[in-house]
């Protein structure tokens, strides 16, 4: 499994409708997915100390789907791999009174990742081109804008030292139906019932559309898009985990030398008590 196979050359179009939800590429069974998995999750606590250590770079995953998409689920298993104590998520809901005085991209700046963390998006400045778009809460001269402002301000995160990894996690109207019935159904699932999400579910082909711009107009070399097919919870873990693994490895992460010789330092011997 390649990274690569999830994303398109910046300037070619997403086409969602051809991307299947329900892909798990060339395995077929979840049980063949977890020692790989596994090793991709180790993989990722490695890299993370070297990120940490080496206080270079910081990593921003941008994290967007449709309600019952499974954010919730890939943050917990696969960001699930990383140390707390160098990683954050951040979940982005309707902007507050003080969030909407201000352009749309200042509570995103506040917030991403410093050198050395891990910042997680759960939603994103993307909203501002998805919901808003598809609700029509800004007229169209200002959100149309919107696509060339974030690819200056990903290219402004990116050039100070920002790797950044954008997830779509892409699934098909059929299995946001059987989770959203399950949310109905399992008395442990009611809090994440939202009457609301049945109102976005009837403008999924709107919301397909506002996607595919999203995807194919901020898909730039310094902040590549990645769709993965999330139907089967098991596959999307293993193809974000890839996605992970693949986008810190290309950073060459050392950890920092040492000044001089560390073995010439004695270790004090203490008598205690
Ligand atoms: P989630 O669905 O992510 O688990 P919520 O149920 O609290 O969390 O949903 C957050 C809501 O906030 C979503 O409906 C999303 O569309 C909305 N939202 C996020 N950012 C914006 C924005 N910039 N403008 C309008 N609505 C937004």
């Given at each position: 499994m390649k990274a690569s196979s999830f994303t398109r050359p910046p300037g070619k179009r997403f086409h969602l409708a051809k991307l299947d939800p329900g892909s798990t590429g060339k395995l077929d069974s979840k049980e063949k997915s977890l020692p790989l998995l596994e090793k991709n999750l180790e993989r990722l606590w490695s890299l993370q100390n070297r990120l940490f250590a080496g206080g270079k770079h910081g990593l921003l995953v941008v994290l967007q789907a449709m309600d019952g998409g499974g954010k919730d689920g890939t943050i917990r298993t696969v960001?699930?791999?990383?140390s707390p104590q160098g990683v954050a998520v951040t979940p982005f809901k309707v902007p507050t009174e003080e969030e909407r005085a201000h352009d749309f991209l200042w509570r995103i700046h506040k917030v991403a990742p410093a050198k050395g963390l891990v910042g997680i998006f759960n939603?994103?400045?993307?909203e501002d081109v998805l919901v808003v778009r598809v609700k029509g809460l800004a007229p169209e001269e200002v959100w149309r804008r919107r696509y060339e402002q974030i690819n200056a301000f990903e290219q402004l995160l990116a050039e100070t030292g920002t790797k950044i990894v954008k997830l779509y996690l892409h699934i098909s109207p059929e299995e946001q139906a059987r989770r959203l019935a399950d949310r109905q159904q399992d008395p442990d699932e009611h809090w994440k019932f939202n009457p609301g999400d049945l109102e976005d579910r009837k403008l999924w082909p709107q919301y397909m559309a506002a996607y595919e711009d999203a995807l194919s107009l901020c898909n730039t070399p310094w902040a590549p898009w990645y769709a993965v097919p999330a139907d089967r919870k098991w596959y999307r873990n293993l193809v974000v985990s890839e996605i992970l693994v693949e986008a810190l490895e290309s950073l060459h992460l050392e950890f920092p030398k040492p000044?001089?010789?560390?073995?010439?330092?004695k270790i004090p011997k203490i008598k205690w008590p």
């Amino acid at each position: 499994m390649k990274a690569s196979s999830f994303t398109r050359p910046p300037g070619k179009r997403f086409h969602l409708a051809k991307l299947d939800p329900g892909s798990t590429g060339k395995l077929d069974s979840k049980e063949k997915s977890l020692p790989l998995l596994e090793k991709n999750l180790e993989r990722l606590w490695s890299l993370q100390n070297r990120l940490f250590a080496g206080g270079k770079h910081g990593l921003l995953v941008v994290l967007q789907a449709m309600d019952g998409g499974g954010k919730d689920g890939t943050i917990r298993t696969v960001m699930g791999a990383f140390s707390p104590q160098g990683v954050a998520v951040t979940p982005f809901k309707v902007p507050t009174e003080e969030e909407r005085a201000h352009d749309f991209l200042w509570r995103i700046h506040k917030v991403a990742p410093a050198k050395g963390l891990v910042g997680i998006f759960n939603r994103s400045h993307y909203e501002d081109v998805l919901v808003v778009r598809v609700k029509g809460l800004a007229p169209e001269e200002v959100w149309r804008r919107r696509y060339e402002q974030i690819n200056a301000f990903e290219q402004l995160l990116a050039e100070t030292g920002t790797k950044i990894v954008k997830l779509y996690l892409h699934i098909s109207p059929e299995e946001q139906a059987r989770r959203l019935a399950d949310r109905q159904q399992d008395p442990d699932e009611h809090w994440k019932f939202n009457p609301g999400d049945l109102e976005d579910r009837k403008l999924w082909p709107q919301y397909m559309a506002a996607y595919e711009d999203a995807l194919s107009l901020c898909n730039t070399p310094w902040a590549p898009w990645y769709a993965v097919p999330a139907d089967r919870k098991w596959y999307r873990n293993l193809v974000v985990s890839e996605i992970l693994v693949e986008a810190l490895e290309s950073l060459h992460l050392e950890f920092p030398k040492p000044d001089g010789d560390l073995t010439a330092y004695k270790i004090p011997k203490i008598k205690w008590p």
